[in-house]
């Protein structure tokens, strides 16, 4: 079947329908990675996106029920060059193109992805629209421009988790657990919970909206502010739930994380042009001068000039356009990263924040 993937600027690609029928509309974005299709696509930081894979051929080691970041698909649409309907893994048990189909999820394949790519570099996240079947281009084109998109809407809200859950709790896991962390969802990846409970903690979930009074009352002996979808700006109330938190407890924050923590501290957050996706991207530790190799998923960040104001310490920078990707409120017992400690999928050179976590715990309990 046909299938369409229209911009708002006008631009139109056509190709072959390879996920379920139908059209969809988010923010076109590109991932660099070679590998982890399966976690970009339950990775709820890509929830109202519709997520070009630049690499090629997509699909080839084919879908498994471990391999998964969130208990669903959340990107709003696929594009790829080619999906492979033939993996070869012997852990697959079915195919990305049926993965995608049986989600309900629309994808395009048999685009040039890289003119795709090259544009969006160019111009910018755009929005857009992903289509099968006999429909008009241009009428596309017309629905992708009329569509919100992400600037100003709160995206955290259809992702986060509806009541409050311990992560994999059982009688044996509340002895043996040292450490009991609050972790707020704003769309959180599966692979930081199993990090934080391999490394002794015990986890009770909350929603994304969770009065900070009460997590006081937990007397837990962290927070975690986790990864998410959309505009820091628009999520209201968690920033209102951090300051209430800062110097009270223990805080770190990835991704969306950070860029709440910044907020709640007087920052400012943007809109990066095209956003960093990848599993490539290298970082400076400022304080030991290493360069860690860095998963990111994020398309705003920390305005650095905004942070001089605050209390904040910038202890991590992008080396490919100096954004900044840490900062560190020692005497708020808080810090943070832009990236993904957690990698799924990716390197694992910056683990050692998780630890750093445990340790911020230990000295405060």
Known sequence: MKGYVALEDGTIFSGTSCGAEGESVGEVVFNTGLTGYQEVLTDPSY??????MTYPLIGNYGINPTDVESDKIQVSGFIVKEAC????NFTSTQTLPDYLKQSGIVCIEGIDTRALTRHLRVVGALKGIVATGDVDPKELVKKAAAWTGLVGVDIVANVTCAKPYYFEENPADATNCPYFVVAYDFGI???ILRILKKLGCRILVVPASYPAEKVLELKSHGVFLSNGPGDPAAVTYAIENIKK???KTPL????LGQQLLSLALGGKTYKLKFG???LN???KNLATGSVEITTQNHGFCVDLDSLSSTSATITHMNLN???CEGIAVPELKAFSVQYHPEAAPGPHDSGYLFEQFISMMTKTK
Do not use: A, E, M, W
């Not at 929830?47 to 070009?52: K, Y």
């Open 47 to 52: 929830s109202s996106q519709i997520v070009t």
């Open 85 to 88: 309907k033939y993996p070869s």
């Open 189 to 191: 990846k599966l692979n």
């Open 245 to 247: 938190l800062l110097g």
């Open 252 to 255: 770190f924050g990835i991704c």
């Open 276 to 278: 960093h996706r990848g």
């Open 281 to 283: 991207h290298p970082v």
């Open 321 to 323: 356009d100096t954004t």
